[in-house]
């Protein structure tokens, strides 16, 4: 008998240790889930030897199912290629119920470093976002660097904008009620748009979601990307490859459309909810933008989530963090959108 529970002491008591070895880091503690998949990516980065761009594309691909959980059940998917400035940009429009009335829509921009990432990267998440918010959920196939350098992807993104203004109707959705959101890259690419459509006096967005965006393309040497240089999923040294793909002319790198954080201005921009990862490289950059947002007068809201990685909220089979981060975004979605409906019924 003894023997037996020296056994079972080992089998569970050693992996207990590694893995609480693994939590416990300078910086503070990981959730178990983010410690694992830390020390898997720190591995992947062991193992890989200057992957090309495809090999890199493919392994985003065959890891979806490893951190999505099952999907969320909508009303109905449509996929259709709209007229882009390179040429038909895919897009895919998710409708989380068939509604008597038009409902307000969400135009999302996926995350992978402008590198990475398609429709299929983001569905579960796209998907659970038109669930919770009941809108609309538009998402946008970008074209991707570095074949298509800084700023097609935002060019494809301010395309997009403008097509779903023109075309709500067709999929029941609200002109006047039109939200953008993205996460790291597609953060970028939302906070972008956003400036874009302030400066030509354009479309009033109802709000935009920042998650963990990357937000100063010009400057890795704030604290947070020195302290998660490395093994935490994203490194510091893979940022960097991510914005030389995007934007390899450095200048251009200063530019407000490619780094927001570096706007003359951040007034007159649409309410915000910034999210940012505890253990993240880009978690700096992604705070200071949601401070210079209300320092210039914008409803800003921030939250961190403590303990996880950059890219948590896209991988819901492993943190429960994600869905605490998507009721949220649900719930200051919800909020804004209210708010243009009433605001509209006013004028």
């Known amino acids: 008998m003894k023997k037996l529970l020296g056994a079972l002491l080992l ?63 909508v009303a109905e998917v449509r996929n259709l290629s709209i007229p882009g400035p390179g040429g038909p940009l895919p897009v895919r429009i998710y409708l989380p119920q068939h509604s008597a009335t038009a409902l307000p829509i969400i135009l999302y921009f996926h995350g992978g470093g402008w590198v990475v990432g398609d429709l299929d990267s983001h569905d579960n998440l796209c998907r659970t976002l038109a669930v919770k918010t009941a809108a609309v ?12 350098a800084f700023p097609a992807a935002l060019d494809d993104a301010d395309a997009a904008l403008r097509w779903v203004a023109e075309n709500a109707r067709t999929f029941n959705g609200d002109a006047a009620r039109i939200a953008v959101a993205g996460d790291s890259a597609g953060g970028n690419l939302a906070a972008a748009l956003s400036l874009l459509e302030r400066d030509r006096q354009g479309l009033r967005l109802s709000a935009q979601v920042l998650i963990y965006p990357a937000v100063d393309l010009s400057n890795l040497d704030r604290q947070s990307s020195l302290d998660f240089a490395e093994g935490y999923f994203l490194t510091r040294a893979r940022m960097a490859w991510f914005i030389e793909q995007y934007v390899p002319q450095a200048q251009q790198r200063h530019e407000q459309l490619a780094s927001p954080l570096l706007a003359s201005s951040h007034a007159a921009l649409p309410p915000a909810l910034t999210i940012t990862a ?70």
Do not use: C
């Open 11 to 73: 089998v569970v008591g050693v992996p207990a240790l590694i893995l609480l070895y693994w939590m416990h880091t300078p910086q503070g503690w990981l959730t178990a889930p983010a410690a694992v998949i830390a020390k898997l990516a720190e591995l992947q980065e062991y193992s890989s030897d200057n992957p090309s761009i495809a090999d890199t594309r493919a392994s985003r691909r065959a890891a979806i199912g490893f951190f999505t959980a099952p999907p969320a059940q």
């Open 137 to 148: 959920v538009v998402s946008v196939d970008y074209r991707l660097a570095p074949e298509h």
């Open 278 to 347: 505890g253990f993240d490289p880009l978690r700096d950059e992604g705070e200071a933008y949601a401070t210079a947002l209300a320092e210039a007068g914008v409803a800003s809201r921030q939250q961190r989530f403590e303990g996880v990685l950059h890219g948590f909220v896209s991988m819901d089979r492993w943190f429960p963090e994600a869905d605490q981060a998507t009721d949220l975004i649900a719930g200051f979605l919800r909020e804004q959108f209210k708010t243009a409906t009433a605001a509209g019924e006013q004028n």
